[in-house]
């Protein structure tokens, strides 16, 4: 296999110091509601202008680039063991470029690696496909809105929530609450519905791949997404728990098949720093969206 | 709501004169502390009887930049330069609300004037701003690249291998650094008011 490395590289720079466009222009539309002179719209004007400041300095928007979440989509053939090794070795070395902090802390003994490598670190998801390119998506998740998600047991009675889209909405709405602004934001929400504690968690965060206009297949679900959103923004939280009109820039929901004992609802807080790059790889030439 | 000069070491009279809103600048010597340091500290500084003798000396170093002085809540990304100087490439604040169980003491123990963080602290640390005469300032989180960009120099670096590069004690000169009071020397929070009145509209929401 050729060596992809630069590539990877490349891909966690724009990933970690170029925000993509949909978020950036949510932001904007979000500066334009909050009122003139407001907290609201100043923190927003800061984090316009960091935005800006990053992407032409190519340094980091966030100081916390958080866990590197690649999903690699490859086609028959291709070797998962080598493309492991090229994506870890980019990672070591966009960390000594200073695109990458160092975020990788042994549990035990509280030891930070210095290279983001360490044995589950950073996370991988493999998948065969039957497309004759390699896609590898990577998103940046950040540790402080990390600690703000949030999952749910249904039937829950400390707020109402039964076994429906009703229940989800509640608990949704809770779980924003709960965040205040010590997550960063406003945030993208993502939201499964189903699975398994651990599966659950990962669909959640699997939401935040999505286009930020892009709306849910199923109109149901479509529905609660958009009424989600004006929800949440009724909260008052604002940017970074200042106050104000916008707490979550988007919501996105999905399912997954559970057990009939089980009705998890999980709630991934992603920062307005939302940070996700996608690799193509085709015909030995590389571009990235 | 006003737009303020902090120059360190800051006076109690000129905390006390801090309301929630201000807007501020911030110039002079600041140190970050985030989780680990927190840890370090308690267990160094303050729970034992007597600081061990290994640890005095980043004691009395601690004691002199914090007495009137500024704790900044990050874990910075840098850079060494070719003559092996440190720079802050991007900075922004990380949540505050994890040293909470910690703060108070903290405050106390070096006569702090500020913390600077995001997300707001509790009521044990607004009690103690109260007490102490300091206030929890808040940056922009995510803002890393423009903050960074407000940091002059870096004069020096404790337990960078003890704590990893995030969680080390940075020691850094800033020229107007922005934030916002958020917890003032009055008892009043923003974070406090911002909790009440989402709850309230959480509530009318789930009547719905």
Not at chain 1, 1 to 19: G, K, Q, S, Y
Not at chain 1, 227 to 242: Q, S
Not at chain 2, 9 to 18: F, G, K
Not at chain 2, 185 to 204: K, P, T, V, W, Y
């Amino acid at each position: 296999m050729e060596n992809l490395v630069p590539h990877f590289v490349e891909l966690i720079r724009r990933a970690a110091t170029d925000l993509p466009a949909d978020v950036e222009a949510a932001l904007r539309r979000a500066r334009g509601q909050e009122e003139a002179g407001s907290a609201a719209q100043g923190t927003l004007d800061a984090i316009l202008e960091n935005v800006q400041m990053s992407r032409e300095r190519s340094t980091p928007i966030c100081q916390d680039t958080g866990t590197p979440i690649f999903y690699v989509y490859y086609p028959t053939g291709w070797s998962t063991l080598t493309l492991k090794k090229q994506i870890r070795e980019a990672v070591a070395e966009a960390t000594a470029k200073s695109y990458l902090r160092p975020n990788s802390v042994n549990s035990l003994t509280g030891r930070n690696t210095g290279n983001n490598l360490g044995e589950d670190f950073p996370y991988f998801h493999f998948e065969e496909w039957e497309e004759d390119y390699l896609k590898v998506e990577l998103m940046l998740k950040g540790g402080g809105c990390e600690n703000v998600g949030a999952q749910y047991s249904l039937p829950d009675t400390r707020m109402d929530a039964d076994r429906d889209l009703e229940g989800v909405r509640r608990a949704v709405l809770d779980a924003v609450y709960q965040a205040q602004g010590m997550g960063c934001a406003p945030a993208v929400i993502g939201v499964a519905i189903g699975g398994d504690r651990g599966t659950s968690y990962l669909k959640s965060k699997e939401q935040f791949y999505r286009p930020l206009e892009d709306a849910h297949p199923d109109p149901k679900i479509a529905a609660l997404e958009q009424r989600l959103i004006e929800e949440a923004n009724e909260l008052g939280v604002g940017p970074m728990g200042f106050g104000g009109k916008t707490t979550v820039l988007s919501v996105k929901i999905d399912s997954l098949e559970r057990l009939p004992a089980c009705y998890f609802v999980s709630a991934s807080y992603m920062c307005w720093a939302d940070r996700r790059r996608t690799l193509i790889y085709r015909d030995g030439q590389a571009t990235i969206e | 709501m006003a737009h303020i000069e902090l120059h360190t070491p800051i006076s109690e009279a000129a905390i006390r004169a801090l309301h929630v809103g201000d807007q501020v600048s911030l110039h002079g010597m600041a140190v970050t502390a985030r989780d680990a340091a927190h840890k370090y500290i308690m267990e160094n500084f303050i729970r034992p009887p007597a600081v061990p003798a290994s640890e005095q000396a980043l004691h009395a170093e601690l004691q002199r930049l914090w007495r009137g002085g500024v704790m900044y809540h990050c874990g910075p990304v840098v850079r060494q330069d070719d003559a092996g100087r440190w720079h802050f490439v991007s900075a922004g604040p990380t949540t505050s609300i994890r040293e909470e169980p910690y703060e108070a003491d903290v405050i106390a123990h070096f006569g702090l004037r500020a913390v600077i963080g995001k997300g707001g602290m509790g009521p044990k640390t607004l009690a103690a701003c109260r007490e102490h005469g300091a206030v929890y300032l808040h940056a922009v989180g995510g803002a890393a690249t423009l903050i960074a960009s407000s940091v002059q120099e870096v004069t020096a670096v404790y337990k960078k291998e003890a704590l990893g590069v995030p969680e080390a004690f940075w020691v850094i000169r800033v020229a107007g650094f922005p934030a916002v009071v958020t917890m003032d020397a009055h008892g009043q929070s923003l974070h406090e008011r911002i909790a009440e009145g989402s709850a309230q509209r959480l509530a009318a929401l789930m009547a719905r």
